[in-house]
């Protein structure tokens, strides 16, 4: 590979790791900011946040999905097809989002109850829940925009979106969490205001740049009503398994978080705090795995095949150096970042068992998650990724639950048997990814 592929993995995978960290940095705040009130609240947010995980997965999946799509017809030069796409993708997030809303509105406890028995937590984060889920909308349709202007390699706007975001977010979290300014204290409720303060923002500042300053999607209200039957059943076919296996992969991780949510509140304390963390550098290296999807679609869109079994092989290797970096960066870090929170001796010594898990599973899940969902997303293998996503992570759970609740393991175990599915992944990817069969051109 010339320098242009590193000069252009650099500039699409920088802004996008940072958006990832920005996106992820104003739920975080969130937890920062209330871990101050003690581990009751920590622990209502951290589960409420479980849902948003499991929300932001599937419109990420059904935007991915459509994401090959749109990286292949910009490398094939289609922008007339890439533009329906996209606006075939803003119906679907929309729909989806508007469920998610629904829900939350109408059955908060009930949605609570699937990750802890805990009354008190339960009651925390039903009212979290009522303000926060208008929020799941906005978010829904930035994050299609988002993902359309990624596919054409327009990543900068992402970070100022999101840049503004985390601080508008940190602004009114302060007010109305604390109660300053002469705002009501809230608390966790003053977390859901500034959280949905923060997703408008971001959402009309994408509308903002789409109508005055963009020039290849070009996006226009009446683009809503386009609508495509085969462009349709494209999506179905190499969407649905992205959107499926992210569904799934994400529900399985919702359940990873109620076995622990079931072993007790100082089990959820531990895990919520280390958990911020890890999702926290991961996005570094998410950014580098969606860069890989747009790179080698755009390659394959423009049928250079050879080019891009040439640059996967190049890409896992920068994987693996990036895993081994960001899993020695969470047992460095680890003793500052607690120090932000107000914990108890047996909450903190469990985290620390906790993060050295974290540590190692990072290595593993550096390398397998972006070979799955950046190499074969791109190259439109969406259907094996998405197999082997749900298998691993869904034949672990039972024994994962076994561990819990019939062996009585250390918490700690039980974290490193349910994130096995990370090594198990990498192995199978890289066994695909030898074979060279996962060329798939998506495109008409």
């Not at 089990?267 to 969606?290: P, T």
Request: aromatic letters at 12%; proline letters at 2%; one cysteine or more.
């Amino acid at each position: 590979m010339n320098r242009s592929f590193y000069k252009n993995l650099l500039l699409i995978s920088l802004p996008i790791a940072f958006q990832n960290m920005i996106s992820y940095g104003v739920n975080m705040a969130d937890t920062l900011m209330l871990g101050r009130l003690g581990e009751e609240v920590l622990s209502a947010s951290s589960l409420a946040g479980q849902v948003f995980f499991l929300f932001s997965l599937f419109i990420g999946g059904i935007a991915s999905g459509a994401g090959v799509l749109c990286s292949q017809y910009y490398g094939k030069e289609d922008l007339h097809s890439l533009r329906k796409v996209t606006a075939i993708l803003l119906k679907l997030s929309a729909g989806a989002s508007l469920l998610f809303v629904g829900v939350l509105l109408f059955f908060p406890s009930q949605v609570m109850g699937l990750f802890t028995p805990e009354a008190a937590v339960i009651a925390q984060g039903a009212a979290y829940f009522r303000v926060v889920a208008v929020s799941y909308l906005f978010y829904g349709i930035t994050t299609t925009f988002l993902m359309a202007l990624r596919s054409i390699q327009d990543v900068t706007l992402s970070i100022r979106v999101y840049g503004v975001s985390l601080l508008v977010n940190v602004f009114f979290n302060y007010l109305f969490i604390y109660g300053k300014l002469g705002a009501p204290e809230l608390g966790i409720v003053g977390a859901a205001v500034g959280t949905v303060i923060a997703r408008g923002v971001e959402l009309l500042l994408v509308l903002a740049y789409l109508r005055f300053r963009e020039q290849v999607l070009r996006f226009r209200l009446k683009m809503v009503l386009w609508f495509d039957r085969e462009l349709m059943k494209d999506m179905v076919r190499y969407g649905l398994p992205v959107t499926l296996g992210e569904l799934f992969w994400g529900l399985g991780v919702s359940v990873h978080s109620a076995i622990l949510g079931h072993m007790g509140a100082v089990v959820v304390a531990a895990n919520s705090i280390c958990n911020v963390l890890h999702q926290l550098m991961m996005s570094l290296v998410q950014g580098i795995g969606s860069a890989a999807s747009v790179m080698v679609g755009n390659m394959v869109g423009a049928r250079e095949y050879e080019e891009a079994r040439k640059a996967s092989w190049i890409l896992v290797r920068i994987f693996a150096v990036c895993g081994l970096v960001t899993g020695g960066l969470l047992l460095v870090v680890m003793e500052p970042f607690f120090a932000f929170y107000s914990l108890t001796q047996e909450t903190l010594a469990l985290a620390r068992q906790f993060m050295v898990v974290y540590g190692v599973i990072t290595a593993f899940r550096s390398v397998a998650g972006p070979t799955l969902c950046g190499i074969f997303w791109g190259s439109g293998d969406t259907r094996f990724s998405a197999a082997v996503d749900m298998t691993f992570l869904w034949c672990l759970v039972p024994v994962g639950a076994a561990a819990a609740f019939l062996l009585h393991l250390n918490p700690a175990l039980v974290l490193l048997i349910l994130r096995l599915e990370s090594p198990l992944k990498m192995l199978v990817a890289l066994v695909h990814l030898h074979r060279g069969r996962w060329i798939k051109e998506v495109t008409r």
